[in-house]
Antibody, heavy 125, light 108 residues
């Protein structure tokens, strides 16, 4: 059973850095072909993709957030992390981590197949 | 940049009814990369459909995805109480482009 769990401070002050970690249980973060992702959801709103990481450390970021985000991976601890710099109230959201498994059906199709329960991060002084 | 627009924003139906949810892309996209997710209140999203029409593992056959080009549809037959949730379509446009629609809330 694959399980993901987000952890980190639930309250961050404006202009500071939001830091979250996603611990993965029941799967190896080094599995070939699997990527690991962060998605956020503003209160009462839709979903926004933040970025992906591969176990090698290769990252792909949402261009709209790229200047402020860093996603890293620690294969020895089987977890990956998100840092979001210079936060404002607009960064208040539920942050989800998930696995992206690429399914081959003629072409490689990304499936967000396992998700963490989400971590609410509020930006406020 | 592809924009996905879902309609309606809210759909009110009863158990046993059929739900038809729409996802329209701002330009023609490959159906290979169109997925649907279900999100129940207070829970993480769950993958329902990928490749526009392929059900994910464990998804009941009352969920059907269809469409091509710019217009995609998620149909839910014989609504069960547990189907009332928010549904999102998603498109994968490449390594740095994962776009979600704004969601359709299916309510009783």
């Amino acid at each position: 059973q694959v399980q993901l769990q987000e952890s980190g401070p639930g309250l961050v002050k404006p202009s500071q850095t939001l830091s979250l970690t996603c611990s993965v249980v029941g799967a190896s973060i080094s599995t070939r072909g699997d990527y690991w992702t962060w998605v956020r959801q503003h209160p009462g709103k839709g979903l926004e993709w933040i970025g992906n990481i591969y176990h090698t450390g290769t990252t792909y970021y949402n261009p709209s957030l790229e200047s402020r985000i860093t996603i890293s991976v620690d294969t020895s601890r089987n977890h990956f992390s998100l840092k979001l710099d210079s936060v404002t109230a607009a960064d208040t959201a539920i942050y989800y981590c998930a696995r992206v498994r690429f399914h081959f059906s003629g072409q490689l199709v990304p499936l967000f197949d396992y998700w963490g329960q989400g971590a609410l991060v509020t930006v406020s002084s | 940049e592809i924009v996905l627009t879902q309609s309606p924003d809210t759909l009110s139906l009863s158990p046993g009814n059929r739900a038809t949810l729409s996802c329209r892309a701002s330009e023609s996209i490959s159906s290979t990369y169109l997925a649907w997710y279900q999100q129940k209140h207070g829970q993480a999203p769950r993958l329902l459909i990928f490749g526009a029409s392929t059900r994910a593992t464990g998804i009941p056959d009352r969920f059907t995805g269809s469409g091509s080009g710019t217009d995609f549809t998620l149909t839910i037959n014989r609504l069960e109480p547990e189907d009332f949730a928010v549904y999102y379509c998603q498109w994968y446009g490449g390594s740095t482009e994962y776009t979600f629609g704004q969601g359709t809330k299916l309510q009783i």
